[in-house]
């Protein structure tokens, strides 16, 4: 038993890298608060003949905490009905007009398979709404919320609850093979030799735990070595990637503390405190962040616990209705959710490129341009992942090598790329990152009077996700 | 077929390897050194730390050759005097290539020792002067390091090197019958530990980046990278210099130290290794291994031994001295030429003459899923080619998957492939037991049974599914691939494709021709076959094309030996003594008795008496007593699963006595009995140049050696009679023809070798 759980101790600091593995991030950035100004804007809107407009009526998330912290003590589904019964809380819809659920969610608690209906079921909504749980690693909720536009353009539903959970405070941490080979045949045996025949033949290694995959399954390689590597393949220093981190953190608090992060709801955890606010936001300095060392090619790699997002806990939820829907029940909706896109590359080499892919796909077949964008949101999984897309979007050579296209994309504005913080400072819980992306393009559109939002994520898989969220009209 | 898989014990040791470190390559360098313009090495300073690039121009690898030698002095010295640096890194801009190793030619161009030797203490002294340098070099390693590349990294201070697979390390000389001769053979040792050092420079393994940082033969590792807004290649090779000149200002700044920490275990070893007495038990156990393996008929692994020894037990000045003196010695041997002859050998005949066929194969379907088959669906999938595996029943197709992964998972196992790579390498392939998918084939090779009518019946079968373009490949040991073409209503598609079992292990690929078979058809058969990672000879078509038709004279002279009187076991040894890899009763046995029997006795009537010599009657007598060899598990040994001595069957005693016949006791010394049996060989092998079955030397010594398991150390039948003279071989002939009669009759261009000494193989 000490053995056993001596083990575990010592593989525990790997769940630290754990974290690093599941890039969601979906970018959603915003911009506009400069280009306000009230260039009065008169695009053209997304809707499609034939189509229903769907829109999101609102979205909410418990607050984003360090892993081991004040949810250390919850399972996932507690969060997942947190963050449920604030949607409920914050839109006031009623129980049974829910058609159905979907959460999506990366490490699963073997106990809550399926974590959206477990969740549902606890939150108080009808025992008469289905629901599922998406899996597609930090893109997770957002398979759950195009799953929901699906059901809904296909007039199945709706009114559809999209969300999203992690926790990555407990995460399943397996017998080894062979240990529950001998436990299964244990349970088959029926007599007393047969068991001891059984039990003969346990060794002492078969006490050594198996904890969820830390490397990405094809290539055997950690999330953040791969970040490392693609920093060093676009010559991304260690001081761009500090000062990207910095950046994000700092504007991260400054959303805080000036109140802008309204999706957030409080969470009156069981037997501790009432959580308000995210925990992971800490703005320190240069100097601080240069004495780190790398986290994963060491000595001399760029990446660094400074400058890579974190193990998160949280969860979030939106409410997606069809327009004529959410209009007839007297809602005022925050924003259409229009075109978006999945795409997919090579897992090894360019396992944090998805934004790139995406993004040039879905402005062409939204027929937008770079420069139709008022808020990006982007998943900031590390500071190099987000500096290293940003220079393939913004490289003829990449675009014309590996993309097949004539250019590149082009540069988002930086003054209008994830202005409320990021991944890296507000946190990533795996699941639920793709909501918190798509309510910050929604509020900073209406905080900054823009049109058009582009979310854009990365997975473990070498996969990607982008999404225009554009603006109800006020 | 008849190159079975006992031959495949040939890469246990020798050639073989040799063939495979592709590195080496021999360049010859006209042009004089320009003293003013280097062409080898530019060098810049960047900050304090200067880096020193390596790029040999027209070549795709570097080699070090006496002009990159004396041009990388001359910039040592502009780095030694600069007061403005204090540190150097050296690296290669050569993609895939850090120093490949020694000029061949260089060495070839000496004619003494006396020469070797002078080279090789140069050399040293260059090495020496760097391992010795006040500022620190670090060696930033991209691609193979071998040879005098690895001599050249080992005396610098630091070394790093790319994770790439393409990144190898390793001392490759003894394969070539030569020794490290530029110090590896007394730093090796201090750096990895004696048992290492003897392991790398006695087999000329080489050795990847990561297996090489745990071993301490390099310090830093640096993964490769992906795209970014450059050629990814040519990104990490700037990415390793920005490593490497980071680590360079530490050391100068001595904020790091070159020395590693050693584990438990190594520390203890070297612990164990400082008593005199161990050491000299470990000598005497490598040394005990090398003879055993080597017969003593390779000279460079016991001198090697004897150089580490010298270095160590005498002290480093002893241990240079032996090492160059040894190294010019080895190079003037006969089977450091040999060797060499079959290393260039390799290099040509694993390049396509034929050029680039029209369309390139994508989809291949293989016809068999027997031993053969899976085989060659293995070495295909694996290369990334879409495979149709296809046989009769469900069964026979189930056990060729089952062996293709099984193949796979063996280098999962060994950890030279992920089981995510073992998994999408095997999805592949495509088992089925019908035509369906074959209209997209564009090559069809068919290893069925060696039987005619079934062989026409298949390609009718293929012919009447397959698009136009398709080639029709026959995997067949002996069966004339114009015979098999006569039911074809496009010969010019048809092709022999002759694979040597194991086929994963065998290097071998021999491609038939027959005088209708189009060049666009061959060069698409060698475009695969180099796919494949094979090496490839291209014969004309006849009985048993080149290699059945060397071995079989050789076969029939086995049991004419046997019959004399000469056991298995006997006859076994003096065959390895004399180099071969396999004891010739045990190749039979390994072959297939039936095997054997069918090839004697279809070539025994093209070719008559000059295939005559043992009864076929024994071979009869033993497949009528279901002693088929190894694979009824009775032939002339008896085998079990699982035991590794075989011992001799004893119901074979009666077979032997009924065909009993005297022995000629001029003839039947151990020497006579092993030149009557590789004399044959030769001559056959010569007859068929003469014929022009084979288009060059070259491939016949290449087809002997890796197909056949012809003696490595002779380098093949060609340079046999080259480096042994031809004289001495038509004299040897003579006399057994004396008292045998045609079998042994020289061929013409044997004779007329022997008649005129300058005549030579290889010019």
Redesign the interface.
């Known amino acids: 038993m000490t053995s056993l759980l001596t083990y575990t101790f010592k593989n525990l600091p790997n769940t630290s890298k754990w974290a690093l593995r599941f890039c969601m991030r979906p970018l959603s950035s915003s911009s506009q608060v400069q280009a306000a100004a009230g260039t009065t804007k008169s695009k053209k809107t997304l809707a499609k003949p034939n189509i229903r407009n769907i829109v999101v009526v609102d979205g909410v998330r418990t607050p984003f905490l360090l892993s081991g912290t004040s949810y250390k003590d919850l399972m996932p589904h507690d969060l997942a009905r947190a963050a449920l019964s604030g949607l409920l809380h914050r839109t006031s819809v009623p129980k049974d007009v829910v058609d159905y659920i979907i959460f999506g969610t990366v490490i699963q608690e073997v106990k809550t398979s399926n974590v959206a209906r477990e969740a549902a079921l606890g939150a108080g909504f009808s025992d008469k709404t289905p629901a599922h749980t998406v899996t597609m690693a930090c893109i997770s909720s957002n398979q759950a919320m195009t799953t929901a536009v699906g059901l809904i353009a296909s007039g199945q539903c709706d009114v559809v609850v999209a969300g999203g959970v992690e926790l990555m405070s407990d995460i399943p941490i397996r017998h080894s093979r062979k240990m529950r080979k001998m436990m299964l045949d244990l349970n088959k045996a029926k007599t007393l030799a047969q068991r001891l025949s059984v039990i003969s033949k346990f060794r002492l290694n078969f006490l050594s735990p198996e904890l969820p995959a830390v490397s990405e399954?094809?290539?055997?390689e950690t999330m953040g070595?791969s970040a490392?590597?693609?920093a060093?393949?676009?010559?991304i220093s260690r001081e761009e990637q500090d000062e990207y981190a910095l950046r994000s953190h700092s504007l991260a608090k400054r959303a805080q503390d000036e109140g802008l992060l309204s999706d957030v709801v409080p969470f009156k955890v069981p037997g501790r405190d009432t959580v308000t606010q995210d925990n992971g936001i800490r703005p320190s300095s240069l100097d601080q962040m240069a004495k780190l060392k790398p986290a994963f090619?060491k000595p001399?790699g760029t990446v660094t616990a400074a400058n890579s997002s974190f193990l998160t806990d949280g969860a979030s939820a939106v409410l997606i209705m069809a327009e004529e829907k959410a209009l007839a029940m007297g809602y005022k909706p925050k924003a259409y959710l229009r075109d978006f896109m999945y795409v997919s590359q090579?897992p090894?080499?360019?396992l944090l490129l998805g934004p790139t892919y995406a993004t040039p796909k879905v402005l062409e077949k939204a027929g937008l341009t770079m420069n139709d964008i008022d808020a990006f949101e982007f998943h900031e999984a590390f500071s190099g992942q987000i500096l290293?897309n940003l220079?393939?979007m913004d490289?003829d050579?990449?675009a014309q090598?590996?993309m097949g296209r004539k250019a590149k994309v082009g540069l988002p504005p930086l003054e209008k790329f994830n202005n409320w913080g990021g991944s890296l400072s507000l946190g990533h819980p795996f699941g639920a990152t793709g909501c918190r992306l798509v309510m910050a393009a929604a509020n900073r559109l209406r905080k900054e009077g823009g049109q058009y939002g582009l979310v854009a994520a990365c997975a473990a898989g070498g996969q990607g996700h982008a999404m225009i969220v554009e603006a109800y009209p006020k | 077929m008849v190159a079975s898989r006992a031959i495949g014990s040939l890469s246990r040791f020798t050639a073989s390897r040799t063939l495979r470190c592709s590195g080496y390559i021999c360049r010859s360098f006209t042009r004089a050194s320009a003293l003013l313009t280097r062409t080898h090495i530019n060098y810049g300073v960047k900050g304090d730390v200067a880096v020193i690039r390596i790029n040999s121009p027209n070549s795709k690898v570097n080699t070090l050759s006496q002009e990159l030698h004396s041009e990388f002095m001359e910039v040592m010295n502009e780095v030694w005097s600069s007061s403005q640096i204090r540190s150097a890194v050296l690296i290669s801009t050569k993609p895939g290539c850090f120093i490949a190793g020694a000029d061949l030619n260089m060495l070839n161009a000496c004619t003494t020792s006396q020469e070797v030797t002078q080279i090789s203490q140069e050399a040293q002294k260059m090495f020496e002067k760097l391992e010795k340098s006040t500022k620190p070099v670090v060696a930033a390693i991209n691609g193979s390091c071998l040879g005098g590349g690895l001599e050249l990294a080992i005396s610098c201070q630091y070394r790093i090197a790319t994770k790439d697979k393409k990144t190898v390390l390793g001392s490759p000389e003894v394969l070539l019958g030569i020794l490290p001769g530029a110090g590896a053979t007394q730093r090796l040792p201090k750096m990895v530990g004696i048992p290492a050092a003897f392991d790398m420079m006695l087999t000329g393994r080489s050795i990847r980046a990561d297996r090489a940082k745990k071993m301490g033969l390099v310090d830093?590792l640096v993964?490769p990278?992906?795209?970014?807004?450059?050629?990814?290649e040519e990104?990490t090779i700037?990415?390793l210099e920005e490593?490497a000149i980071?680590?360079a200002k530490g050391l100068a700044d001595k904020k790091i130290t070159p020395k590693r920490d050693k584990g438990l275990v190594e520390k203890m070893t070297s612990y164990a290794l400082s008593i005199p007495f161990v050491r000299q038990q470990i000598y005497k156990k490598v040394e005990e291994k090398v003879q055993k393996q080597t017969k003593g008929l390779y000279p460079a692994p016991l001198k090697i031994i004897d150089v580490v020894k010298t270095g160590i037990e005498q002290g480093s000045n002893a241990g240079y001295l032996s090492e160059s003196q040894r190294f010019g010695e080895l190079a003037m041997t006969k089977e450091s030429k040999a060797l060499m002859g079959l290393y260039r050998g390799q290099t040509q005949c694993k390049k396509n003459k034929f050029g680039a066929p029209q369309k390139e194969v994508k989809q291949l379907a293989v016809l068999g899923a027997g031993l053969m088959g899976a085989g060659i669906a293995q070495v295909s999938v694996d290369k990334g080619l879409q495979t149709i595996l296809k046989d009769t029943t469900l069964p026979a197709l189930g056990r060729g998957q089952q062996q293709v992964f099984k193949g796979l998972n063996d280098k999962v196992k060994k950890k030279t492939l992920?089981s995510?790579e073992r998994d999408a390498m095997f999805s592949n392939l495509i088992g089925q037991l019908d035509y369906r998918g074959f209209e997209k084939a564009d090559m069809v090779i068919e290893a069925v049974f060696e039987d005619l009518s079934l062989k026409h019946r298949v390609l009718k079968e293929t012919e009447a599914v397959i698009p136009d373009h398709c080639v029709f490949a026959s995997n067949t040991s002996a069966l004339p691939i114009g015979e098999i073409a006569t039911v074809s209503k496009r010969p010019e598609k048809v092709i022999g494709m002759h694979y040597f079992s194991p086929v994963d292990k065998m290097q071998l690929l021999e491609i038939i021709t027959t005088e209708k078979t189009s060049k666009d058809t061959t060069a698409s058969a060698v475009d695969v076959g180099l796919r494949q990672g094979k090496v490839i000879i291209v014969v004309k078509d006849g009985p048993g094309f080149y290699t059945t038709r060397c071995l079989t004279p050789m076969m029939s002279e086995v049991i004419r030996i046997l019959q004399e009187g000469v056991g298995p076991k006997k006859l076994d040894s003096l065959t390895t003594s004399f180099g071969f890899p396999v004891g010739a009763a045990t190749l039979v046995d390994e072959v297939g008795v039936d095997v054997a029997k069918h090839v004697a006795e279809n070539l025994g009537k093209e070719f008559g008496e000059r295939f005559a010599g043992g009864s076929l009657e024994m071979l009869q007598q033993m497949i009528s007593k279901g002693f088929l060899g190894r694979k009824s598990g009775k032939g002339f040994y008896i085998y079990q699963e699982g035991v590794k001595n075989k011992n001799l069957n004893s119901d074979m005693d009666s077979i032997l006595a009924s065909l009993k016949m005297p022995s000629q006791p001029d003839v039947s010394s151990d020497e006579d009995i092993q030149y009557r049996l590789v004399t044959r060989f030769v001559n056959e092998a010569i007859l068929c140049l003469q014929e022009g079955v084979l288009a060059t030397p070259t491939e016949g010594d290449i087809g002997a050696v890796f197909g056949l398991g012809f003696p490595p150390c002779l380098g093949g039948p060609f340079h046999f009679v080259d480096l042994y003279g031809a004289q001495k071989i038509v004299d040897r002939l003579r006399k057994y023809e004396a008292v045998y009669g045609k079998q042994f009759t020289p061929c013409q261009l044997l004779v007329d070798h022997a008649n005129n000494p300058n005549k030579k193989f290889y010019q």
């Open positions: 399954f094809s290539t055997s070595h490392d590597r693609l060093a393949a676009f010559a090619i001399y090579d090894k080499d360019q290293a220079k393939a490289s050579w990449f090598n590996y | 830093q993964e990278l992906g795209p970014g807004v450059k050629p990814p990104r700037e990415y490593v980071t680590f992920t995510f």
